[in-house]
């Protein structure tokens, strides 16, 4: 018996996710055309021409997502077929959606004659030198900070004085472990030395706490500052400039409970050291510590990595200098990862090579 050839195997899955997902719902053809063309409904034949089981047809990526989207959670039928929105998806809903995208585009990549598994072209927590690695964090201020960070408690207990301490360990462990014969340390911003910022120097957070954070943005020249602004009284917001006008980025409050935070924005930003142009300089950066923890997940987490690893090389190919500020979701308090391949994650980038910083064109962009 032949296996399957590639184009079937997403047809069959195409056409099992619409018959025995939710087999109570009886979902014809004619319904999932109408939820995945949006305001310009598919035909039954069309999405029929997906499922053939003798001559399948290639849908096109972008209808792959929303196979995903709406398939990830039951309230997708809970009345009337209709696609529910990414950002008011659970936890648990969103980890069902990144699973069943990432199968499905591993399929359409498949039966379009691409090599979804072929090695990463870039692996950006991987060092091919000796290092070292410094991650550097802000250290928060005494009325921040409970009693156990105190040096004269006898429980006394160092990290609780560290700023964005989700998004260090998050780092540190993955760079330890892409770098194993190599020296990892994390430092307290008033405890780096010189020495300490001629290795490959990662910047976790941003500039309230963190004096090198401020420091190394006025070295690095970059055209994304961090400045305060009025409409944010939490944190310093990200200003772009684009072709001499300005681009304000604030995070986003819930409309029915203004003190809860949904949206917040990071940055990620590789480049030459300057203080030693043969190390690397990374930031991962935010307006808040939900936007800093984003940055950093974007090149960890084992579920998006990888895409996201893809999108900059192919994005900024071996450019030396790179810059992403990207949306980063917050749902029930939990940050969750930024996928740059989804339109409007992605809020401004640039690039050393090309020069041309781009705005992206999708989504709500800025607040001016």
């Not at 050839?5 to 109408?34: H, I």
């Not at 987490?301 to 917050?330: C, H, P, W």
Request: proline share 8%.
């Amino acid at each position: 018996m032949q296996p399957a050839s590639p184009p079937l195997d997403l047809a069959l899955r195409l056409r099992q996710l619409r018959v025995e997902n939710w087999p109570n719902s009886k979902l014809t053809q004619t319904q999932l055309g109408k939820v995945l063309g949006g305001e310009q409904p598919l035909s039954a034949a069309t999405v029929a021409s997906w499922e053939n089981k003798k001559d399948p047809k290639l849908p096109p990526r972008e209808r792959v997502l929303v196979y995903a989207q709406f398939f990830a959670t039951p309230r997708s039928v809970a009345g009337d077929p209709c696609l529910v929105p990414l950002d008011s998806f659970t936890i648990e809903e969103r980890t069902a959606y990144e699973v069943l995208r990432d199968e499905l585009l591993q399929l359409h990549a498949s039966a379009g004659g691409i090599q979804p598994d072929l090695p990463l072209a870039r692996k950006s927590w991987h060092f091919s030198d000796s290092g070292p690695v410094t991650l550097v964090c802000a250290q928060l201020p005494a009325d921040q900070t409970g009693p156990m960070a105190d040096p004269a408690n006898p429980n006394f207990t160092q990290l609780l004085s560290f700023g964005d301490l989700d998004a260090m360990v998050e780092l540190w462990g993955h760079v330890r472990m892409e770098n194993q014969a190599m020296d990892v340390y994390y430092k307290s911003a008033p405890r780096v030395t010189a020495d300490d910022l001629s290795g490959h120097v990662v910047i976790i957070g941003g500039i309230g706490w963190n004096d090198v954070t401020r420091r190394i943005l006025s070295l690095a020249r970059l055209p994304v500052t961090q400045e305060d602004d009025p409409a944010c009284t939490t944190g310093e917001i990200f200003v772009a400039r684009v072709d001499s006008a300005e681009r304000r980025y604030l995070p986003e409050w819930s409309e029915t409970d203004p003190g809860k935070l949904t949206e917040d924005v990071g940055l990620l930003v590789r480049m030459p050291n300057p203080l030693n142009s043969n190390r690397t300089l990374t930031m991962c950066n935010g307006i808040h510590s939900r936007g800093v923890l984003g940055a950093v997940r974007s090149l960890t987490d084992k579920r998006l990595r990888d895409s996201n690893e893809r999108y900059v090389a192919r994005t900024f190919a071996d450019s030396e200098q790179f810059g992403i500020l990207m949306r980063v979701q917050v749902i029930e308090g939990v940050a969750m990862t930024p996928d740059f391949n989804t339109a409007g994650t992605v809020l401004y980038q640039w690039s050393a090579a090309s020069r041309n910083p781009s705005p992206d064109g999708t989504g709500r962009q800025a607040r001016r």
